[in-house]
């Protein structure tokens, strides 16, 4: 997942280009939005679901004061887009910094929304202290237990869900080649999970990626994981499929079957960084199929019992990551830079009625 904000960002991010059947709806519980009787918000709508609707946010567009208004009026989940990343929360070994997104807790909290907190493993925007050395398997196993348990006990009880590992496989469904899985091995995918859960028994545990959203070999390479972890009993409640999707490269058609398979290993799933980018100019055409995409993606998780709810990647063209890394493209979410509502914005409330 991308960053947030148009500032220092992070190259890997750039690959970020750019689900469920049993039980009973797994979204958080439904809660009073005493502030929203002028008007059904998407958290209304998703909530009469049993789900939830989101958006990210960044600290630097806090200051907004029009922005932050929908923000906290619209949406019932808030994700932080990069104050609860490595390099933010732990910019010195051992020394720790919770600053940036205690800010978007304390927000989310004013505004009765919960927190997808985001993220504790990745191979991006890491600090340097702990890319510019050599580890040991030990070393950096003990480096990396203190990290998930320290910021996990900070917000424990404060958060709603964890995207503990995020992107940790290649397209072919191999691992990624991160400093975690070279100097480590892949068991260090449980071992995060268990130490996560020990910080904080009631978080929900997801992993998470992108170009997940259709059945093939990466989806399925996360399934093959999954079923493997929970046969051993690790602590795995659910699957996060990004949804960066892009008009030029087609709808992923097996969504809602794909959200339907991991539900069936008991596994909540959530759509948790969705925007749909264009090649610019937009036009009528492209902003209507965008829109269809956006009703469709909704539906596919209002089908899928365990699917708990869906979250823009920051809901307005104006705080975007999109121009930043695809040059030529954006327009990708349900606001315009204006925050005025797209067409995409009134799809999603087709869906949700």
């Keep these: 997942m991308p960053r947030t904000s ?6 890997a991010a750039v690959l970020a280009a750019v689900l469920t059947g049993a039980g009973v709806a797994t979204g958080p519980a439904a809660q009073a939005h005493p502030r929203h009787q002028h008007h059904r918000t998407l958290a209304d ?5 049993g789900r ?11 200051t907004d004061t029009a922005y932050t208004e929908i923000l906290g009026d619209e949406f019932d989940m808030i994700t932080p887009g990069n104050g609860m990343k490595w390099y933010a929360t732990e910019p010195q070994q051992g020394v720790f910094d919770f600053s940036a997104g205690d800010e978007i807790v304390d927000l989310a909290r004013a505004n009765h929304q919960r927190v997808r907190a985001h993220t504790l493993v990745w191979h991006s925007q ?3 202290w702990l890319t510019d050395r050599e580890w040991t398997a030990p070393e950096l196993r003990a480096v990396l237990k203190n990290h998930i348990q320290t910021e996990v006990r900070h917000y424990r009880g404060k958060v709603y869900s964890w995207d503990v590992v995020n992107e940790a496989f290649n397209e072919d469904g191999t691992y990624r080649e991160t400093v975690f899985y070279k100097t480590l091995g892949p068991g260090y995918i449980a071992d995060a999970l268990r130490w996560a859960h020990q910080a904080d028994p009631k978080a929900k545990l997801y992993l998470n990626d992108y170009n997940v959203e259709a059945v093939g070999p990466k989806s399925d390479a996360y399934y093959a ?6 046969a051993q009993g690790v602590p795995l409640h659910g699957f996060g499929l990004q949804a960066h999707l892009a008009l030029q490269y087609g709808y992923p058609a097996s969504l809602e079957d794909n959200l339907r398979r991991f539900g069936r290993l008991g596994l909540d799933t959530a759509l948790t960084e969705v925007d749909v980018r264009m090649q610019l100019p937009a036009t009528e055409e492209k902003l209507a199929r965008q829109a269809d995409w956006y009703r469709d993606l909704t539906e596919a998780c209002l089908a899928v019992r365990r699917c708990a709810g869906v979250t823009v990647w920051d809901y307005t063209d104006k705080y975007s990551w999109i121009p930043d890394f695809f040059p030529g493209e954006g327009a990708a979410l349900p606001w315009d830079e204006q925050l005025a509502p797209k067409p995409a914005y009134h799809a999603i409330r087709e869906a949700l009625k």
């Design 6 to 11: 148009r500032t220092r960002l992070g190259l």
């Design 45 to 49: 709508l998703a909530e009469r679901h």
């Design 52 to 62: 939830y609707f989101g958006s990210a946010t960044d600290n630097p567009e806090l």
């Design 126 to 128: 890491l600090p340097g």
């Design 225 to 230: 994981l999954a079923k493997e972890l929970k």
